[in-house]
């Protein structure tokens, strides 16, 4: 079946550092991949996606590269700031018979220090 | 704008009665989600809906019902609540957008969600 491992958190940084949040998955087929975002108290949000193998996709400062050959998705920020603390979702939708369904990964919490 | 909402936000209730989540979008989207998140678990798929009449199982589905009458709406009964039904509980909501390789690429909008205690 379609699985998503992220890594363990949590993630605790100080402000302006580096971030890498590893994203692994198995699925048939050829996958889209998602980052979500949820900020404390509120739903999911979409923070970048990817549709096909090599595509990079970014938003506020964030990058994923889908990898087919290593079947990862891992998230990257060059610079945290406090406003990131949040909880991290890498997410897959398979497709054909998956039609429209997520499969998320646990979930990484980050805390960005001052 | 258009958006998801989800009602209550928070609600309190007892082992056995009988409990309805409420999820509205005004997206006017085809597919709609119900997930329970827990600790550990990330994000667990319970009901999903393809359209109206249309409702299918998740992997967590045991102990849920869901009926969609029209676009708008996805309701979530808990049919006799258990206490290891306390959790957070999300609506989505999605449509189908361009497929590249026949894969579906819809991003899923989510609501504010639902924290549900059962004592």
């Known amino acids: 079946g379609n699985s998503v491992t992220q890594m363990e958190g949590p993630v605790t940084l100080s402000e302006e550092a580096f971030l890498t949040i590893n994203c692994t998955y198995t699925?048939?087929?050829?996958?889209?991949l998602f980052w979500y975002v949820q900020y404390p108290g509120e739903g999911l949000q979409l923070l970048l996606k990817a549709t096909k193998a090599d595509d990079k996709g970014s938003n506020k400062g964030f990058e994923a590269t889908y990898r087919k050959e290593t079947t990862s998705f891992h998230l990257e920020k060059g610079s945290v700031q406090v406003s990131d603390s949040a909880v991290y979702f890498c997410a897959l939708n398979a497709g054909g018979t998956s039609y429209g369904k997520l499969t998320f990964g646990q979930g990484t919490i980050l805390t960005v220090h001052p | 704008d258009a958006e998801i909402t989800q009602s209550p936000r928070h609600k309190i209730t007892e082992t056995g009665r009988q409990v309805t989540l409420a999820c509205h979008q005004t997206?006017?989207?085809?597919?709609m989600f119900w997930y329970r998140q827990d600790l550990g678990h990330g994000l667990r798929l319970i009901h999903y809906?393809?359209?109206?009449?249309?409702?299918n199982k998740g992997e967590v589905s045991d102990g849920y019902s869901v009926s969609r009458s029209n676009t708008e709406d996805l309701p979530l009964t808990l049919e006799s609540a258990a206490s290891s039904q306390t959790s957070v509980y999300f609506c989505?909501?999605?449509?189908?957008?361009?497929?590249?390789?026949?894969?579906?690429?819809?991003?899923?909008?989510f609501g504010p969600g639902t924290r549900l205690t059962v004592l």
């Open positions: 809906s393809y359209g109206v009449q249309d409702t």
């Open positions: 989505a909501s999605s449509d189908l957008g361009a497929g590249v390789f026949g894969v579906d690429t819809d991003t899923q909008y």
């Open positions: 997206w006017n989207h085809n597919n």
């Open positions: 699925a048939t087929g050829y996958p889209s």
